[in-house]
């Protein structure tokens, strides 16, 4: 019969196999699509900040948004949003009413709700900057999505 430690060992290895990579800081991690960066640290700082359009700060109000609508080059190509590209919305705005993110899912919604496409692009270059230093991995990566995409909206003007 196996003792307990040799039985938590067993565990252990069993939900490195499933898991692969832990969720830490910044590691690329593959969850059945292609890889992302993920960090459970970035949401956390992320949840931190108010919310970009009511200005509500708090854990308790605020959500970490992956913000797919605005980046769909990369939706095309089938890959997940990174966790370095969320942005904080306070939670009725995030989802839950008709007039919710969620609920439109459209980039529209941005300008709508007066904080257009380029807003955010700005607040997540500042963020990022301020946040991490040149050479993050998480970080860079983010910061070439929201380069792509600026680049091709101001080709399409």
């Given at each position: 019969?196996?003792t307990?430690?040799e039985?938590?060992?067993r565990?252990?290895a ?26 459970e640290?970035?949401?956390a ?18 959500a970490?948004?992956h ?34 993110l969620?609920?439109?899912n459209s ?9 257009p496409?380029?807003r ?7 963020f ?14 983010a ?6 995409v600026?680049?091709r909206?101001s080709?399409?003007?």
């Amino acid at each position: 019969m196996a003792t307990g430690t040799e039985a938590m060992e067993r565990r252990a290895a069993k939900a490195k196999r499933v898991h692969g990579t832990p969720k830490a800081t910044g590691q690329r991690v593959d969850k059945g699509k292609r890889a992302h960066f993920h960090s459970e640290a970035h949401i956390a700082l992320v949840k931190e900040q108010p919310c970009l359009i009511t200005r509500r700060l708090g854990r308790q109000y605020v959500a970490a948004h992956h913000a797919d609508e605005l980046f769909p080059h990369l939706i095309s190509q089938g890959l997940k949003i990174t966790d370095f590209l969320s942005i904080p919305l306070a939670h009725e705005k995030h989802q839950g009413h008709t007039d919710s993110l969620h609920a439109r899912n459209s980039a529209q919604w941005w300008t709508d709700n007066g904080y257009p496409p380029e807003r955010v692009y700005r607040w997540l270059r500042w963020f990022l900057n301020r946040h991490y230093p040149s050479g993050h991995p998480g970080a860079d990566y983010a910061l070439e999505q929201i380069a792509i995409v600026e680049r091709r909206r101001s080709q399409s003007l």
